[in-house]
Each structure stands twice: as C-alpha cells, then as structure tokens.
C-alpha cells in the first residue's frame, strides 16, 4: 500500500512540475514565418516568400511608407493578426489580409500597416 502511494505521490509531483513549466514558458508567437518576424510585415526580394527580405515594416500609420528601393517581382507576408496591409505597385493598389501573404510582377512602392481587421 505504503508503494502505490508513493508511486501516486511521484506521478503527480512530476504532473504539477510539468504543468508549472508549462505554465511559465513564455507564449510563442506562431504567426511569425519565412524569417519575418511578428508583429513585421516583409518585403520580399522575389515573388518567393523564401527569397531574401529586402523590408521590414511595423508601425500602423494613416499614410503610405515608400521604399527607398523600389522592387519588383517582389512577395510581402503579413505577421499581424489584427491589422491589413495595403501594398502599392505599378499595377495598383493591394490589401492583404491579417497573417496572409501576396505576390507580384509589378514594382511595389510604398505599403501601409492598418488597424482595420479585414480587407
């Protein structure tokens, strides 16, 4: 009797410790991918999101952020998952939704972060 209580006693001291451990880690952040960074939205080098990032941006602003080198064949991620990105190029201008991604042919310009949840 006095092994099954220890045996109990030792399962449920290993529980606890897990469950602590569980408890104390720190939150991962599953939306970030493909080396951006959440709360990022990247600029990709290619219509590839596994092609080098040539930008990052994260500030939510109520104008358009242009790019000091204009790219084109580029692809943009979105990390955010509240917030919609607009994207300008030389085909028009693009909404991508929260944790999404778009790619194109036409040279991106500027981009802008915005607290909308939706396109």
């Known amino acids: ?3 099954i209580s220890r ?3 030792a399962t449920t001291a290993a529980a606890s410790a897990m ?3 569980l408890a104390l880690a720190p939150a991962a952040h599953a939306d970030s991918a493909y ?3 959440y ?3 990247c600029i990709y080098d290619d219509t590839s999101i596994t092609s080098p990032i ?3 941006f ?3 602003t109520s104008g358009w952020q242009y790019l000091n080198n204009p790219q084109s064949y580029y692809a943009v991620y979105n990390t955010r998952n509240d917030d919609v990105v607009y994207v300008k190029d030389s085909w028009g201008v693009h909404c991508i939704g929260p944790s999404n991604s778009m790619s194109s042919s036409g040279r991106i310009t500027a981009l802008r972060i ?3 949840p939706s396109c």
Request: some cysteine.
């Open 54 to 56: 040539v930008g990052r």
């Open 114 to 116: 915005d607290s909308r």
């Open 58 to 60: 994260e500030q939510v």
């Open 7 to 9: 045996r109990l006693l």
């Open 19 to 21: 469950t602590l451990a």
């Open 35 to 37: 080396g951006c960074v």
């Open 39 to 41: 709360p990022q939205v």
């Open 1 to 3: 009797m006095k092994a």
